[in-house]
C-alpha cells in the first residue's frame, strides 16, 4: 500500500518531506520518497496535501489497568498488599476492551506505556503496547522496565495501615534491600551455572528474578518521583546499583533541571492539565518541560491516564508549548522521543523504513496539536483503525 501526496514529518533525521510518499508492506514502512510514486493503484491511499506523522506515543499511563467508568472492580493498578512488588506485570492486569483504547486511537495516540500504580516503592513491571487489539498478548511492544514511587504515594497508603514504610527513609531502605538481595541472587545463580559440582542453585525467589533484567540493564528503572528531593533520591539509587533511569512526572524538575541534565536522566512529564492535588504537586508548572529540554535533557510528555484522559495527549504536548517549550520538542517528546526513553523507537516513533506502521494522517492545514483536530486515518502496524470499535 502506498500514501502519497502527503506531506511527511518524518520525526527522524529526514525531517519534513513537502510533498512525498510512504510505502506499507506487511505492517512495517517499506520506503520512503519525495514527489509522486509510480505504478499507483485503487488500493493507495491519496492525502490530498494533509500531512503524515507517526502516530503519537504516550509514555506513561494506567490505560486498561484502571478500567473507564468502574469503581475497584476495574481497578487493578496496585497491589497493595505488598510494599516491594516487582514481580508484579501490568500486561496481567490489562483490558483491551476497555473503551479509551477507542479513544486513544481516534486521537492517533498508537502506542502507550501501561504501568503498575505508585501505591508501593515498587510495583511491578511495565509494558509498552500498540492500541489496537483484542488480546493484550498480540499488542505487546516490549516488557520496558521496573515501576518504583517514592514520596507521598507510599507514604500515604502505608501510613494509613500503620505499617513499613512510612517514610521516605523507608522507602529507599526498601527498594534496596530489594535491589541487594537481586544482586546476590544473580552472583549465586553465576557461581551455579560456572561451577555447579561446588555451589548449589539459590532457592528461587521471583522478586529477585524480576529485578535481574533490571540489574543487567536490559530494563530500565522507571521511578514515580514529583519532590525535587525524591528526583535525587531515585538518580542516587540508580548510580548504585549501576541501573539506566527514568523519572515520572518529576514535577519538580524545573528546580534542578541542570543536575538532572548533567546526569543525563529522562524525565516523562506530566500530567500537565490538572490541579495540583496532593502536597507534592504544589510547585506543578507549566514551564517544567521547557526548562528540562532548554538545560539538554530528553523529554517526553505523558496524561498519566485516567489522571487526564489519553485523548487530551496532544493538548498536553500544546500546554508545555505554552510553557515555552518549542513545538519541535513538543512534537519530538510524544513522538521519537517518546520510544526512544521507553527503548522502543527501533520498532516505532518516526517514519523510518524497517519501523511499524504505525501512521496517522491530518487532512491539509489542520495543526495535529490543535484540540478540534482529528486524524482522518489512523493506522497500527499497518491496519486501518481509527474509530474502529472492538
Known sequence: MLIYNAEIITMDNSGTIPCGWVEITDGKIAAIGEGVPENITDNDLNAEGGTLLPGFIDAHTHLGIIEDGLDFEGDDCNESTDPFAPHMRAIDGINPFDRCFCEARERGITSAAVCPGSANPCGGEICAIKTNGRRIDDMLIKNCGIKFALGENPKRVYNDKAETPMTRMAIAAIIREGLYKSKRY??????????????????????????????DRKQKAFFHCHRADDICTAMRLAKEFSLDPVIIHGTESHLIADIIAEEEVPVICGPLLCDRCKPEMSRLELKNAAELASAGALIAICTDHTVTPIQYLPLSAMAAIKGGLSREKALRAITCDAAAILGIDEQTGSITPGKDADLQLYPKGCDPLDLMSEPSMVMVSGNICKGERI
Do not use: G, Q, V, W
Request: hydrophobic fraction near 25%.
Open 186 to 215: 544473580a552472583h549465586d545463580m553465576d557461581s551455579y551455572y560456572s561451577d555447579n559440582e561446588n555451589y548449589e542453585p539459590p532457592e528461587y525467589d521471583i522478586k529477585c528474578e524480576a529485578l535481574m533484567p533490571l540489574l
